[in-house]
């Protein structure tokens, strides 16, 4: 005996350290880990650091360009009048330089739309983030709403077991039938099963909150932080959005980076424009290049200088390509004309978006404020039919149906509180909070 309760000891005490070695995280350490371990935000800002490289790319057009050649080798010359033909080894090294003046816009043009192109995907990025921002806070309470479901539940099972108690009791006692226990019991074990359900939906959310933040090890090493519901003054403790509607639609169109991605894609295209309208016009720079070569042989140095340079201002102009200028003038007008009805048509939906989700808030909001009161006029229910249940002025049935109405208002006060903060959730985003 005493060495079976000194194993229960020892596995009580091994259950509270792992209970305490597992992290606790607020939705805020749970975003800021989303951030460092999502894969999808990872792939969104490589996708950005690339667009950065293809801007430094174009805008190196604007620098000289040097290059370098050297060989090595064996030179055969065949003779000429008198003289016998040589043969020798040859080291040959030219440096070449080339320098653009002024190309009409062409190297600008091409650069910025890199650049803009790099700046839409800037903004994705952001957006992204704002977008896990809003996942990861609606996970978190998904995991917190199954947890405060389960305290309903387990409150469920205690009054169906006092239930079956006194059913038992005045059973027992020639009051009530055998009729009164078996239904005690049937709603006992749907308690407990709703118990179970409520449970196991806990683990579910627990596994698409590490979906989102990107946890991947197998076993759960964490629980979030979870405060004890008030609900009797739940309505009272809603956190109270500021913004109007208006606001709301007027903030979104000035933050929400969707927005800045559209518009940067529209400079994007506009810079195209002028870089392809470069092609009618001629382009000047600016080449030179230096020549060393280096024979042994007297003979062979006669024919073949050792130094040599030059250094020269050239113009190129294509005076007639078919028609193909023209062609790739005029898709890239319109891209931009697409482009802009894109930031139109982004405009619509974020206004529609913002709109249904400011309404979403202030509905969950109303609802919040009705189902706490259901809950206290069922608890009022449930103690009279309490009462009149053991005066002998009621039957079973009606115990029974207060008691499940006060548990489901209980239940659906927990939803709605949860479904309040989504919705705000939801609307952060909306407007690009």
Known sequence: MLKNNILKYLGLASLALSLQAQE?????DLIMKSLEKSPNIKVS???????QSRYDAAFSGYLPEVNFHGSAGRISQDGTFNQEGVEDNMLVGQLSLKQIIYDFGKTGGTSDTQKFIAESYSMDNLQNISNK???VKKAYYEVL???????????????????????????????RTKIDVSDAEVKLIQAKLNLKTVEYDLKAAYAD????????????????????????????????????????????YEHRYELKSQQALIKSSQSDIRSVSSEYYPSFYLSADYLYQNAQTDALQL???????????????NLYAGGYTSSRKQEKVINTSISNSNLLDTKLIIKKSTTNAYINVNRTKDTVELAQSLVKVSNEKFNQASKRYE???????????????YIDSKATLVIDYYDYYTAIADLDNAIGK
Not at 391 to 405: C, F, K
């Open 24 to 28: 606790i995280y607020t939705v805020d």
């Open 45 to 51: 800002k490589l996708q950005y650091d690339a667009s």
């Open 133 to 135: 921002r809003r996942d």
């Open 145 to 175: 709403k199954a947890s405060a479901l389960i305290d309903v539940q387990k409150e469920n099972v205690k009054l169906n077991k006092a239930q079956l108690y006194r059913s038992q009791k005045y059973f027992e006692a020639g009051i």
């Open 209 to 252: 909150l590490d979906r989102v933040v990107g946890f991947t090890t197998l076993e759960q090493e964490y629980n979030v932080f979870i405060e004890t519901l008030q609900l009797d003054s739940l309505y009272e403790s809603l956190y109270r959005y500021k913004l109007s509607l208006r606001e709301s639609i007027l903030f979104a």
């Open 303 to 317: 024919y073949i200088p050792k130094m040599q340079w030059n250094a020269n201002l050239n113009l190129d102009w």
């Open 391 to 405: 005066n002998g002025l009621s039957d079973y049935i009606e115990i029974q149906e207060a008691r499940q109405d």
